[in-house]
């Protein structure tokens, strides 16, 4: 029995289970699981074997009984032995053989002896280990069991020694585990769990195998597991993963676990430079063949890859001290080092049994100069005898762990350091992405107290981030007068635009930070004015400057200020910054960007590139908030299971903020699900939980991005959303508001249709086809017209919306169940079908006897009612 999970497999899981059941049903099937060692196939066979039903027959492929004809074959079939085996076959497994001649016969034989057994099903491990007379019976009978109750299962190894164990076998590849299920599977072998940061390094320490993960988690010390002590930096000696990594290299020559070690001590070396390092140690770079057929290198063009990461960890770890510092030595030796002073300062330490401290000041000196600069600082660390030195060179460090997406990494290095300011701010940053932003807020706003006027003015405003993470709002003001304090604004009458920076040390992109949290908090206060002012300004500050952090506080002021297209522009380039670490809060703000500019299929494409990359990079706060927006997008188009399913992973971790962002972005979602149910007020109160205006309590940014929503949803008051968008006198926001209004009133009254005819003059120059369809919609719902919602179904159908064609239709079916039975009197019936017969007013009025202004004022009425503007849309309704 299972007795945990089997983490990340889900899907090869179901296809194993139906693969079983057809079986049993008497529809065979073989599939062969392939995967690098310790990926989990055996695992995944395992669960076959445990949910079988029937019988189930075991094997596998070993090295030492690879020279002995069908011994795999005896194994498997051992169950079956005490019923009697056929004679072919008891003579073959028992060690007689089998002539050339009566092979067919035999394998004919064991699949007539498996189907009379059935439902059975076969697991063969590590078929590339097999005994070629075994690997050919078994082979010919997976591919002929389709008739018969039998299922077949192989497992091989996915280096190039096993390039097609099975012949004719469909294959299904396993890779890697993605960062949650590692997670989560760490969490299962640890109970009690671990340090978010020391599961973090030895999730990206195992790169997604599972017994790497296992082997580690095995290994730790309880110092270890607290994260007290140094966390091990390759797989322990006695690893089983290790161990079958060894085996493998030990079948190598020794020239090629040289060259191979030479690979393995430099992520970056490429053919060219391996060639060059080859010839000066005087070995024949043609012993790289073996390594490259049994798959542990690859060669493309110029480029060397380990396909399987670990196989690039054992081999620098198995090969002894001295080799390793002689590798180090004749790289640092042979590469260019105008090119890559970098690298060959990193060789040059490694390559020395007690690097000095000049050493040390050499790889920070050079550190600036490529990549690897975080461990060529941490390593330059452990050499400075200074303290304070040695401390700023691992803040430094941790800062390009951070960038670089290494969020645990960062946060182990921050360990080693004294607290500090410049530590406080970077832990700050990682804890407000990938912690508990409480924590971050506490932290941030310390950092600020000790720190110079420009870094305290980025420590506020990721404290502003925090806040607006957490919905606590009322304390915003108080950090933009902290930050007006630290860079002092132009004198009045300067205007708000100096020339340079107001104090010295302080950069357009602190300015940029002031002016984000000046006018949030202004926002915030109703002071919409003010707000308008800085939010240029700091939107503008934007295109003159490249720091990631500050562009996203740029683009976030951009939407304030319903500059949609703005905001995609500058959330653009923070994702294009190469700030691994800024880039989803990037693409978080595009997403929404996106959504505002009606593009909801690429506000989609985006938000799901940023669940990926979040999750990637261990930002769980960022990761849960585009699952809920994506639970939005989702009831958008009207995927009940989607929405439902992004919402629960949205709010699975537990909160201590009243409403978060994700919870808000989940609520709404589900609230958008009522909506489309019917069920008006348990919507109004979904989104009346969101944010409280008058208070600034909540997601105030949701809830105005869900104003609308709630307004369809019944009577309520939208009067904040109502003066943001006439603060930012943007022709989408001004529409919306105008459709708010139109919902507020009496259905079907002129007041109704003359809100609804101003939305949509507004959504004419506002370019968001999907919000001008559904005022459309509404219009022709509220007002029974034909061509509102005729208009609202060819835009949802070019939009490929479904669901909203549906809910379209649907209501252009009611309105044709009679065109205006409910919605005209019988007086002005009579007059609307006369004149779509073609009657002028006049002429109606001299038939029923009334005067041309009446018939004028019935006619006026006529069309507000119906949503028309023309006696041809009459004609047409009528029709």
């Not at 050339?100 to 064991?110: C, E, G, I, K, N």
């Not at 003010?530 to 939407?559: F, I, K």
Request: include cysteine; aromatic fraction near 4%.
């Amino acid at each position: 029995m299972q007795k945990t999970p089997i983490r990340g497999r889900a899907a090869d899981q179901r296809g194993l289970d139906a693969l079983r059941r057809r079986a049993a049903g008497g529809r065979g099937g073989a599939l062969l699981i392939r995967g690098e060692p310790g990926t989990g196939k055996s695992t995944l066979l395992r669960h076959v074997e445990s949910t079988a039903d029937g019988t189930v027959l075991r094997t596998a492929g070993l090295a030492e009984e690879a020279a002995l004809p069908y011994a795999a074959l005896h194994r498997l079939l051992q169950p079956l032995a005490g019923a009697g085996l056929p004679p072919l076959v008891e003579r073959a497994i028992s060690g007689g053989g089998c002539p050339p001649a009566d092979r067919l016969r035999l394998s004919t034989a064991v699949l007539r002896l498996l189907a009379a057994a059935g439902p059975v099903v076969c697991c063969v491990d590590d078929a590339h280990l097999l005994d070629p007379a075994s690997a050919d019976t078994l082979g010919f009978v997976a591919r002929r069991v389709g008739p018969h109750r039998v299922a077949v299962v192989f497992t091989a190894g996915g280096d190039g020694a096993a390039d097609d164990p099975v012949p004719g076998v469909p294959c299904r590849w396993i890779s890697g585990l993605a960062q949650p299920a590692s997670r989560a599977l760490l969490a299962d072998l640890v109970p009690g769990g671990l340090p978010s940061d020391v599961a973090g390094a030895l999730v990206d320490l195992a790169r997604g195998n599972p017994q790497a993960l296992v082997d580690l988690a095995r290994s730790l010390t309880p110092a270890q597991r607290r994260g007290e002590a140094p966390l091990p930096r390759g797989l322990p000696l006695d690893s089983t993963l290790r161990r079958a990594y060894r085996a493998r290299l030990a079948l190598l020559p020794p020239d090629t676990r040289w060259l191979l070690l030479l690979a393995a001590a430099d992520d970056h070396l490429d053919a060219t430079e391996l060639v060059r390092a080859a010839h000066a140690s005087g070995t024949d770079l043609a012993a790289l063949a073996p390594a490259e057929l049994c798959g542990v290198l690859r060669v493309h063009g110029d480029r060397l890859t380990f396909p399987q990461p670990m196989a690039r960890t054992v081999t620098y770890d198995e090969a002894p001290m001295g080799q390793r510092q002689a590798a180090h030595r004749l790289l640092a030796e042979t590469l260019d080092p105008g090119r890559h002073r970098l690298r060959c300062a990193l060789h040059r330490t490694a390559g020395t049994a007690e690097p000095s401290t000049a050493d040390g000041d050499e790889l920070a000196a050079a550190a600036a100069s490529g990549r690897g600069a975080a461990d060529a600082l941490e390593r330059a660390a452990d050499l400075t005898s200074d303290p304070a030195v040695a401390a700023a060179r691992l803040v430094a460090a941790a800062r390009l762990a951070w960038t670089a997406g290494q969020p645990h990494r960062a946060r182990m290095l921050l360990r080693r350091t004294p607290h500090g300011p410049a530590a406080d701010l970077l832990a700050g940053e990682i804890e407000l992405r990938a912690g508990a932003p409480a924590g971050a807020l506490r932290t941030l706003l310390a950092a600020a107290d000790r720190l110079a006027p420009a870094p305290a003015l980025r420590a506020l405003a990721f404290a502003g981030d925090a806040l607006c993470y957490a919905g606590n709002h009322a304390r915003f003001p108080g950090l933009a007068r902290r930050a007006a304090a630290l860079f002092d604004p132009p004198p009045p009458g300067a205007g708000i635009r100096p020339a340079t920076p107001p104090r010295p040390g302080v950069s357009r992109a602190d300015e940029l930070a002031a002016r984000y949290l000046g006018g949030m908090a202004a926002m915030l206060r109703g002071r919409h004015a003010d707000a308008v002012e800085q939010l240029r300004r700091a939107a503008e500050l934007g295109s003159s400057t490249a720091d990631p952090a500050a562009l996203t506080w740029a683009a976030t002021a951009s939407l304030l200020l319903a500059d949609d297209a703005g905001a995609d522009h500058l959330a653009g380039r923070a994702a294009e910054a190469g700030d691994v670490s800024a880039r989803p809060r990037a693409l978080e703000i595009r997403a929404y960007a996106e959504y505002w500019l009606g593009r909801l299929d690429a506000a989609q494409t985006t938000a799901r590139d940023g669940l990926r990359e979040a999750e990637a990079a261990a930002q769980d706060n960022t990761a849960d908030t585009f699952a809920g927006f994506l639970a939005v997008l989702a009831a958008r188009h009207g995927d009940e299971a989607a929405c439902r399913r992004y919402a629960a992973t949205a709010t699975r971790r537990p909160s201590a903020d009243l409403m978060n962002r994700p919870q808000a972005l989940s609520e709404w979602a589900l609230a958008l699900l009522d909506l489309a149910a019917g069920r008006a007020t348990d919507a109004a109160a979904r989104i009346g939980t969101i944010a409280d205006p008058r208070t600034g309590r909540g997601q105030l940014a949701v809830y105005m991005m869900a104003a609308p929503d709630l307004a369809e949803a019944g009577p309520t008051d939208t009067t904040a959303f109502t003066r943001w968008a006439d603060a930012t006198g943007d022709p989408l926001r001004r529409a919306l508001a105008a459709r708010c209004r139109a919902l507020a009133q009496r259905r079907g009254s002129p007041e109704a249709a003359e809100s609804f005819r101003e939305a949509l003059r507004l959504h004419r120059a506002a370019g968001n086809d999907f919000e001008r369809a559904r005022t459309e919609l509404l219009f022709g719902r509220d007002q029974r017209g034909h061509a509102a919602l005729k208009a609202a179904l060819a835009t949802f159908e070019r939009l490929g919306l479904h669901a909203w064609v549906a809910r379209t239709t649907d209501a252009l079916r009611a309105a044709d169940a009679d065109p205006a039975a409910e919605t005209l009197t019988a007086q002005q019936m009579l007059i609307a079908r006369m004149v779509a017969a073609g009657a002028t007013n006049r002429e109606v009025a001299a038939r029923l006897y009334l005067s041309t202004r009446t018939v004028d004022h019935h006619m006026r009425n006529i069309f507000v009612r119906l949503g028309i503007r023309s006696r041809i849309e009459l004609a047409k309704l009528f029709s």
